[in-house]
């Protein structure tokens, strides 16, 4: 069993910082978390539709008792479906991401072993509160989803989800004069938060909104792939 301790993973997942335990080269791993309804499925689907064409990508997808993320990216058809599996939780979100990682470990040594080299596996974790945090045994990095819509003093109110993940995307920026949403004092309370880790504001579902978060994952890959940590 996969427990969460970060101490037994000094290289990272599987031991090693760039190869599977039965050896070769694995696919860099981005989780994904954040509350629910802040646009986590919306940036995965994106980000399959933006990176498809150049990277070999799958994605596991967390849900307590249901498959219904997965079952959102089957019908939208962002990738075959052999690439989307599911994980079933059972319990809070966070418990299979961080505490436990045994299904979702599995799941994504399952994906590699059933296609072969991949570029990039995304985790997304079910809908969790702001201390919401993937293991470093499981991801190498951790992208955190907001939205304005859940309130603009969010970013101020922090939590590890907020102020320790790789990227923060302040999601749905298009919605901000409906909501009453000061992304400016938004962007503010980020860069206070986090100080130089980066923050992109954005709405993933209009053109080019995932630009930036692909872009940022293309440079982690660049980074992953010439054995830069």
């Known amino acids: 069993m ?22 070769g080269r694995r696919a860099l791993r981005i989780g994904l978390g ?18 498809r064409e150049q990277l070999s990508i799958a ?17 939208e058809a962002v ?6 599996t599911a994980v079933e939780t059972g319990a809070c979100p966070h418990t299979a991401i961080r505490d436990d990682i045994s299904a979702n470990l599995e799941a994504v040594e399952d994906l590699e072993d059933h296609l072969g080299a991949l570029d990039l596996i995304l985790v997304e974790s079910g809908g969790d509160n702001l201390t ?34 790789d990227l923060l995307l302040i999601n749905k920026t298009d919605l901000a004069p409906h909501v009453g949403a000061d ?9 206070a938060q986090r100080g130089d880790l980066p923050t992109v504001l954005t709405a993933v579902k209009t053109a ?11 440079a982690r ?3 992953w792939t010439a054995g830069r940590p």
Not at 2 to 23: C, I, N, Q, T, W
Not at 136 to 163: E, M, N, S, Y
């Open 34 to 51: 954040g509350p629910v309804g802040s646009g986590k499925t919306a940036t995965v689907a994106a980000l399959c539709r933006a990176l």
């Open 79 to 84: 990738l075959p479906a052999e690439r989307i």
């Open 132 to 165: 919401a945090t993937f293991s470093k045994g499981l991801v190498d990095a951790q992208i955190f989803v907001i939205d304005v819509a859940g309130g603009d003093d969010i970013p101020r109110k922090g939590g590890p989800g907020v102020t320790a993940s």
């Open 208 to 218: 080019g909104g995932i630009t930036p978060v692909a872009e940022w994952i293309t």
């Open 2 to 23: 996969h427990l969460h301790h970060d101490d037994a993973f000094p290289h990272g997942p599987g031991g090693s910082s760039h190869e599977r335990p039965g050896g």
């Open 221 to 223: 890959l660049a980074d």
């Open 183 to 191: 992304l400016e004092a938004m962007a503010r309370d980020a860069k």
């Open 59 to 75: 994605v596991v997808t967390n849900d307590i008792y249901t498959r219904e993320d997965a079952e959102f990216l089957l019908r």
